[in-house]
């Protein structure tokens, strides 16, 4: 699983750093706007920054799987006695692991940025948890997205595809905010998403 997980690294590199490197300037940025005081601005950079990370985190499962199709990598693989539900276990914890790496950092940072320069509020501390894990579960969402349109045999599709279905998981956020219940249905559309991809992947012909 180590070496399949390697492989889709390295064949999607640009795509998994470049959430990392959005996410490293993000904090920077963070951290420029509370030193200098002006903290108001940090909430509406945050929240512009956000849909930056989520159309990264949908490329890159656009990416794995328009990549497997052009290249025929699962085929490939397949002669190597390697399962496609191995192969695609692989790819989405590749996935889960870019998401995580892009926004766990933003998070721990806010959190010492709202602790160190703001009143400890009693509300801090749900609210935190609510909102970093409504983000991490927004950022897979969106991910499964782009695995499902990747999947597609059609370049329109895919490069148009993702846009609506990427809205749609931000309107949610904007519409519904951050909380259990935002939650409950991001977890239920990631799990549709991900059995519709499971689906359509290990029925593909070679």
């Not at 070496?3 to 951290?31: F, H, K, Q």
């Not at 894990?133 to 349109?149: E, H, N, S």
Request: glycine residues 8%.
């Amino acid at each position: 699983m180590l070496t399949l997980i390697r492989r889709e690294i390295r064949d999607n590199l640009i795509y998994v750093l470049a959430p990392c490197v959005v996410s490293i300037l993000t904090v920077g940025i963070l951290v420029s706007v509370f030193l200098s005081g002006i903290r108001a601005a940090a909430i509406p950079f945050a929240g512009l920054m956000l849909p930056v990370l989520f159309l990264g985190f949908g490329a890159l499962g656009s990416a794995q799987m328009y990549g497997d199709r052009t290249n025929r990598i699962s085929p490939l693989l397949s002669t190597l006695a390697v399962t496609r539900d191995r192969i695609l276990a692989a790819r989405v914890l590749t996935g889960v692991l870019a998401v995580l790496a892009a926004l766990v950092p933003v998070i721990v940072a806010s959190v010492i940025l709202l602790q160190t320069f703001l009143p400890p509020f009693e509300f801090y501390r749900r609210m935190v948890v609510e909102v970093s894990v409504t983000a991490i579960l927004a950022g897979l969402a969106c991910y499964c997205v782009g695995l499902l349109v990747g999947g597609t045999t059609s370049r329109a599709w895919l490069l148009v595809g993702n846009l609506p279905l990427l809205a749609l998981c931000a309107s949610l956020l904007l519409v519904k905010g951050f909380g259990p219940d935002v939650m409950l249905i991001l977890v239920v559309l990631i799990g549709a998403l991900l059995v519709r991809t499971w689906l359509r992947f290990t029925t593909a012909s070679l």
